[in-house]
C-alpha cells in the first residue's frame, strides 16, 4: 500500500524566515510553494533529492496548524506516506478498525489528495496519506 514517504511536514510561525533558514543551514532549495484554502495553511516544499520537507504556516488563527503551535510550539507536524489510490488505502485502514481523521480524500497541493490518520492510530505520530496527481 505504502511507495515511500512524500515528506516530513514542520508546522512553522513565518515560512519565510524557516525557507531562509533551511536554505542557509541545509543548502536546500525551494521546489514548491502554494496556499492549501482547504487546510488554511500555506505550505512552501524544500527539495532533498529524496523525501521532501514541507513547511507549513497557519494563515487563519483557526487552523489546524495554528492550534498545533498554540499547544506543541513549531516543530514537525506529520509524516505524509505515498499512496498509488487513496480511496483504496483509505477502505483497508478502515475495514482493518484504523482510526481515521478522514474516511475520504480531500484536495492537496499540486493537485494531489490527501486523507490523515488518526494519530491515536499510529503511536502519537499524525500521518497523512497522498496520492500525487497523475501525470
Request: one cysteine or more.
Amino acid at each position: 500500500m505504502i511507495r515511500g514517504i512524500d515528506h516530513i511536514a514542520i508546522a512553522v510561525e513565518d515560512i519565510d524566515a524557516s525557507i531562509a533558514l533551511f536554505e542557509k543551514v541545509f543548502g536546500m532549495k525551494l521546489k514548491h510553494r502554494e496556499d492549501v484554502a482547504e487546510f488554511k495553511a500555506k505550505v512552501a516544499t524544500l527539495s532533498t533529492d529524496g523525501t521532501d520537507i514541507e513547511l507549513v504556516q497557519a494563515t487563519s488563527p483557526d487552523s489546524p496548524i495554528a492550534k498545533f503551535i498554540a499547544e506543541r510550539g513549531p516543530g514537525i507536524h506529520h509524516i505524509a506516506l505515498e499512496v498509488g489510490d487513496i480511496a483504496a488505502a483509505l477502505a483497508t485502514l478502515e475495514k482493518e478498525g484504523v482510526r481515521l481523521i478522514d474516511t475520504a480524500a480531500r484536495p492537496g497541493k499540486q493537485g494531489s489528495r490527501v486523507a490523515f490518520i488518526h494519530p491515536k492510530a499510529t503511536g502519537r505520530v499524525l500521518c497523512e496519506l497522498v496520492e500525487n496527481r497523475k501525470k
